[in-house]
């Protein structure tokens, strides 16, 4: 009886490793992309007919868009902290932009899908998301680095 060749072994012994990781399924990459005051009328995706959101509308094309999508508070904060916690505004406290940061008792989706063995990153793009008012919570990255023209403190005092 003729022995199989290194090639013929090396191709069962991958042939097997892929009939078992078939067998498991793989965890979906997920990304969640939000866009603050942006007219969801004005997206290729929802059916705009001229070209201003190529890259969004490539996103899309391969992932889930929703069409009836609501939020729980008109101001960026307490609406990203709902969308974090699945709560809304009289549960987890977050009320305006400034006066507020996400209690750290909440529990956030990053965090759940960190216990999951997902990788966790936010790249933010408005002060009031910095990780000052603590929605980094279970990111892994959190970039938060923005150019802003008042800190913090000085947006409190103008109040």
């Known amino acids: 009886m003729r022995r199989p060749s290194g090639i013929v072994l090396l191709g069962l012994v991958l042939a097997s490793t892929l009939l078992a990781a078939c067998g498991r399924p793989a965890k979906p990459n997920i990304l969640l992309v939000t866009l603050d005051t942006t007219r969801a009328d004005r997206l290729g995706c929802y059916g705009y007919s001229q070209p201003t959101s190529p890259a969004i509308d490539a996103l899309a094309a391969d992932g889930f868009v929703f069409d009836n999508a609501f939020t729980t ?41 960190s216990a999951a063995d997902y990788e966790t990153a936010a790249f933010v793009g ?34």
């Open 73 to 113: 508070n008109p101001i960026t904060l307490p609406a990203h902290t709902s969308i974090m916690t699945g709560s809304y505004p009289v549960s987890h406290g977050v009320r305006d932009n400034t006066s507020f940061v996400a209690p750290d008792e909440l529990h956030t989706l990053a965090e759940v899908l």
């Open 126 to 159: 408005a002060f009031v998301l910095d990780s000052s008012f603590n929605l980094d919570q279970g990111f892994s990255t959190y970039d938060d680095r923005i150019e802003a023209s008042w800190s913090r403190d000085e947006l409190q005092e103008r109040r």
